[in-house]
C-alpha cells in the first residue's frame, strides 16, 4: 500500500521506504515538506507487513527490493515518462539500495539513503549483542528460521555489494549519534 501527494503533472516522483516496523507516513512526515519544496511529487509506501500493506514477514529489504522495483514500474505505467528518486530510512535505505543493485529503468535518477545498514547479517547480528546474545550461537537458528518461516535467507541482504552494482547517483547519509544502525 502506498500514498501518493500530487504536486504537478511534470514533476518529478519520490518513492519513499521507511525503517524497520515503522510506517510511510510517520518516517517520512518531515521528508514530505522538503521533498514538496524540492518540486517532487510523493508516493510514500509501506512496506510488506506494515501500516496498511499486507504479509506477515519483514524481509529487511530482500524481498522488499522487489516491491521497489514494482513500484517503479507502477510509476512509470501511472505517470509517464517522468524521473523517479528513491528514498528510504533504515531499512527503507537498505531497500532502496538492494533496489539499485539491479537494473533499473533510465527514469530512475538517483537513490538517497539514510542511516541504513550494510547488510540484513549484520544488523541481526548487531542486535544480537545489544541483547547480550551470542551471534555465533544464535544467528545459524535465525537464519533458518528466516528460510524455513519466512521465506528469505538473511545473508542474501548484502547491501554494501549492491551499492557497487548501482549505476545511478546515491547520497549516503549517516550521523555519529545514530544509536541503532551503526555509523560505520
Known amino acids: 500500500a502506498a500514498r501518493y501527494y500530487h504536486l504537478s503533472d511534470s514533476a518529478a516522483l519520490q518513492i519513499q521506504f521507511h525503517g524497520y516496523r515503522s ?42 527490493k522487489y516491491d521497489c522495483l514494482e513500484w517503479i514500474k ?15 530510512v533504515s531499512m527503507g535505505a537498505a531497500t ?13 535518477i538517483g537513490v538517497l539513503a539514510d542511516c541504513g545498514y550494510t547488510s540484513a547479517k549484520a544488523i541481526i547480528k548487531k542486535v544480537m549483542r545489544d541483547i547480550k546474545i551470542p551471534p555465533a550461537l544464535l544467528y545459524p537458528f535465525v537464519r533458518l528460521g528466516a528460510i524455513i518461516f519466512g521465506g528469505f535467507d538473511p545473508d542474501d541482504g548484502d547491501v554494501l555489494a549492491a551499492a ?11 550521523g555519529e549519534a545514530d544509536d541503532f544502525v551503526p555509523w560505520a
Not at 521533498?35 to 517532487?40: C, D, E, I, L, T
Not at 532502496?96 to 530512475?108: C, F, I, Q, T, W
Not at 557497487?164 to 549517516?174: E, G, S, T
Open 96 to 108: 532502496v539500495m538492494l533496489a539499485a543493485g539491479e537494473p533499473l529503468p533510465e527514469n530512475v
Open 164 to 174: 557497487r552494482n548501482c549505476r545511478v547517483p546515491a547520497l549516503f547519509i549517516h
Open 74 to 88: 507502477y510509476a512509470l505505467e501511472r505517470f509517464g515518462d517522468i524521473p523517479i528518486m528513491l528514498t528510504g
Open 23 to 64: 510506517t510511510a507516513v510517520r518516517d517520512f512526515s518531515g521528508g514530505f515538506q522538503l521533498a514538496q519544496k524540492m518540486g517532487r511529487s510523493l508516493l510514500v509506501v509501506d512496506q510488506r507487513a506494515s501500516g496498511k500493506s499486507e504479509g506477515t514477514t519483514i524481509c529487511f529489504g530482500i524481498k522488499e
